[in-house]
Every structure is written in structure tokens, then in C-alpha cells.
């Protein structure tokens, strides 16, 4: 089944370390993103990639850093630099040319310990 | 700067009211809208309006765009505790920022028994 996939489901990371919360994708999508979400909140922009090596900063892009070496996957990178890191991500996977919806992972919850 | 702003931010209503929320939006070049519902993790795809005028329908779940007004609203009717979810909506536009995917901050519904 085609499907994107968010790894690990919860996470726990101790203060002053990096983390990499892994996606992937079977749908052939060519554009990628995470989002954070807050408790009781909306989604906001971390990142995004509309094609393979390319990606561009959201509204929320500074602690963060990503890479897309593969269309299929795109890794983001929670550095110790992010003061607030404690959240609910998501990643999602869309069509760039034809539009449409996007489809989301089931997201992974990280908490700072 | 393209922008959609989701009303009420909250609500809380009891089992068999219909409830309404709103989504209104400001961007350049607009190619659709979409609804979300949100539970615990991914968020699930309701529908995605394109033309004005024309009722999307899901049993007791509905929606329309008004493109002249630059709005949508998504009514639920006969209400149940389950509807009680953050009801996300986004904007797709051609050629913009966000990665042509603009998020509202949600409404977040609580159902009452």
C-alpha cells in the first residue's frame, strides 16, 4: 500500500542533543514537509521541498534543519539550538504540478527530557 | 502575504448541535481549499472545494466555497461526541510560498455528551 511513514512514534531526547525524525514516502510525491503542531494548536511550517536537493524554510525554520538526498525521503533534524523542542511533528507528501491534497504521517510526538 | 484565518478558534457544543466553522482566506493565484479533521495524530482528508457554489456533502458533514467572498464554512449537523477533533483548513495556491500549501490554525470542537 502506498503510504507515508513517520519514524519513531515518540521520541525522547535530553537537552543539548540533536534528533532525526525520519520520513518516507511510496507516492511518488515530489514535494515534502514538516510541520509542528502545539497542543490544541494549527500546523506551522518548518520546512518544505518541492523537488530532490532542494528544500526552503517555513515561518518556523530556526533550530531545524533538513535534507532531501531522495525523492522518497526527507529527514528532519531537531538541533539543540531549537529552545522549544518539546512537540507534536508531522510530515506530509503532495503532488507539486497537479496539486491536490496532501497525505500526512501518523507523526511523531518529541519530548525533552 | 498569503493568509487564511480559521474561526472560532474553539467551541464547545453539546451532542446534536450543528456547528459551523469558518475559513476565510486572502492569497494570490487560489487553485483550491481543503478541510482536515484531526483527532489524535494524522490528520484525515475531508474534502477539497474548488468551484464556488457547490455543496461538498459527507453524510452529516458538509462544505462550500464562496470565491467571490473568499470563504468557506464547514457544517457539521446532529453533532456526536466523535466530531470532537481540531478542524484544519488549507488553501493550495499556484506559485507561492509554504510550498503552495497555506494552513489555517484550526478550529478546535469539543462535543459534549
Known amino acids: 500500500d502506498g503510504g507515508i511513514t513517520q519514524s519513531p512514534k515518540y521520541l525522547f531526547r535530553k537537552e543539548g542533543q540533536n534528533v532525526t525524525l525520519s520520513c518516507e514516502q511510496n507516492l511518488n510525491h515530489d514535494a515534502m514537509y514538516w510541520y509542528r503542531q502545539d497542543p490544541g494548536q494549527g500546523l506551522r511550517l518548518i520546512y518544505y521541498?518541492?523537488?530532490?536537493?532542494?528544500?526552503q524554510k517555513g515561518d518556523i525554520a530556526e533550530g531545524y534543519s533538513v535534507s532531501r538526498e531522495k525523492k522518497e525521503s526527507f529527514p528532519l533534524t531537531v538541533t539543540s539550538a531549537q529552545k522549544n523542542p518539546t512537540a507534536f511533528y508531522l510530515c506530509a507528501s503532495r503532488y507539486r504540478d497537479s496539486g491536490g491534497r496532501a497525505f500526512f504521517g501518523q507523526g511523531t510526538r518529541l519530548t525533552v527530557v | 502575504e498569503d493568509k487564511v484565518v480559521q474561526s472560532p478558534l474553539s467551541l464547545v457544543v453539546h451532542e446534536g448541535d450543528t456547528v459551523t466553522l469558518n475559513c476565510s482566506y486572502e492569497?494570490?493565484?487560489?487553485?483550491?481549499l481543503l478541510w482536515y479533521k484531526q483527532e489524535k495524530k494524522a490528520p484525515t482528508f475531508l474534502f477539497m472545494l474548488t468551484s464556488s457554489g457547490i455543496e461538498k456533502k459527507s453524510g452529516r458533514l458538509s462544505s462550500i466555497l464562496d470565491k467571490k467572498e473568499l470563504f468557506s464554512i464547514l457544517n457539521i449537523t446532529a453533532t456526536q461526541t466523535g466530531d470532537s477533533a481540531i478542524y484544519l483548513c488549507a488553501v493550495e495556491v499556484y506559485g507561492g510560498s509554504q510550498g503552495n500549501l497555506i494552513f489555517g490554525k484550526g478550529t478546535k470542537l469539543s462535543v459534549k455528551p
Open positions: 492569497v494570490t493565484n487560489f487553485r483550491s
Open positions: 521541498s518541492q523537488i530532490v536537493n532542494d528544500f
